[in-house]
Nanobody, 119 residues
Framework: QVQLVESGGGLVQAGGSLRLSCAAS????????MGWYRQPPGKQRELVAT???????NYASSVKGRFTMSRDSAKNTVYLQMNSLKPEDTAVYYC?????????????WGQGTQVTVSS
């Protein structure tokens, strides 16, 4: 059974930092691209950051320079270090694991963790 378990969310003041974690089980972690997505209140889910199985990262322009995604294959865990947080970063943050070609991709999602940034 595949599980992606996010943790580390919470309430923080603007300018503060949080570190999200996503622990994966039930998949061959080293083969999966991983991603963080978020869904702000009343809005659609959007991409925050991705890291390929090879370690290459990509960031949404809105978080570039403030957020850093990393992976630890020994722990089957990915992280999202979020610095200089802004109220507009408030959202439910979801972890994603993806494998395969775009036409036949396998995707798994975590349950989400709430991040609230107060002004």
């Amino acid at each position: 059974q595949v599980q992606l378990v996010e943790s580390g969310g919470g309430l923080v003041q603007a300018g503060g930092s949080l570190r999200l974690s996503c622990a994966a089980s039930g998949i061959t972690f080293r083969l999966y691209d991983m991603g963080w997505y978020r869904q702000p209140p009343g809005k659609q889910r959007e991409l925050v950051a991705t890291i390929t199985f090879g370690g290459s990262t990509n960031y949404a322009s809105s978080v570039k320079g403030r957020f850093t995604m990393s992976r630890d294959s020994a722990k089957n865990t990915v992280y999202l270090q979020m610095n200089s947080l802004k109220p507009e970063d408030t959202a439910v943050y979801y972890c994603n694991a993806g494998w395969g070609a775009a036409t036949s991709r396998t995707n798994y999602w975590g349950q989400g963790t709430q991040v609230t940034v107060s002004s």
